[in-house]
């Protein structure tokens, strides 16, 4: 009896462990830096924690509203942060633009909101900020899902905003770039003070390429590409030393695996800069 009883209560904590390890799995984690800080910030639809190491500070979206996604940045160029989230109730769609200020001091972490924005009818799902021309104010982009006067057919598009004077003003809306693309993010790869678009695009071959563009004045031109794989599952920048790479987790044959892509002097078969795979 009391082996069966031990062999229950040890079945009920194995339980209870992966529980809590499916739920802290369904939170997005990221890190940013605020003043020389450190925060860990922990995000799903319901939603977003920050965590400084000292305290933590969570947020709720409003009433019968989910988080789509989020991002943080210096939007003023003033030392202090911004957060920037798109939440609506119908995933993985959003309805509102929302921006707040961070503001810390000795005690507590305050986030009050600056700008609200209902932005529904070009369905974003998408934010991240960026600083795409380098002269140190960060842009805002929104992956948007529309169609356009040239382009009926309802695809993602992408849309970069500058935040003037507490209002959007817009910088860039492009109707399509190459080839349709599933997700972004933006880093500078080069150095140049600029931030690198880092686009994963569809193949016009089957499959999925990363492709990396850069601001001219008035629109994006085409840099550099990888080789096409069958399918990428995620995408992110990762610092290595003084160097960026990309990291893909990326599905072939079945099996998942990473590769690392940082830029080379080399050219593909289309005279395009290649991404090449690396350690």
Known sequence: MKKNIMLFIGMISIIIIVIVWRQSKRYKHMEYYIQEQKYDVYFNSKEIIFNNGRQSY?????????????AMGDLHSDGQMNLLILEGKKPPYGEELIIYDWIENANELQIQEKYRN??????????????????????IFIAVNKSTYYYPKKENRPFFFNFKDDILVKKWTGSRIRAPF??????????????????????????MVVATYYWF???????????????????????????????????????????????????????????????
């Open 217 to 279: 004045g008035f629109g994006f031109i085409l840099q550099a590409e990888s080789e096409i794989y069958e399918a990428i599952d995620s995408m992110r920048v990762k610092q290595m030393g003084e160097n960026k790479v990309i990291e893909l987790n990326i599905r072939e044959n079945g099996k998942v695996h990473t590769v690392l892509l940082k830029p080379s002097c080399y050219k593909t078969k289309n005279d395009i800069y290649q991404l090449k795979e690396g350690s």
């Open 118 to 139: 209902r932005i529904d009818t070009i369905h974003p799902w998408k934010i991240e900020t960026c600083d795409i021309d380098g002269d140190g104010e960060l842009e």
């Open 58 to 70: 969570s947020i709720i979206p409003s009433k019968n509203h989910q988080y789509i996604d989020m």
């Open 182 to 207: 599933i997700d972004v993010c933006f880093t500078d790869l080069n150095g140049n003070g600029q931030d690198d678009w880092i686009v994963i695009e569809e193949s016009e071959k089957g499959g």
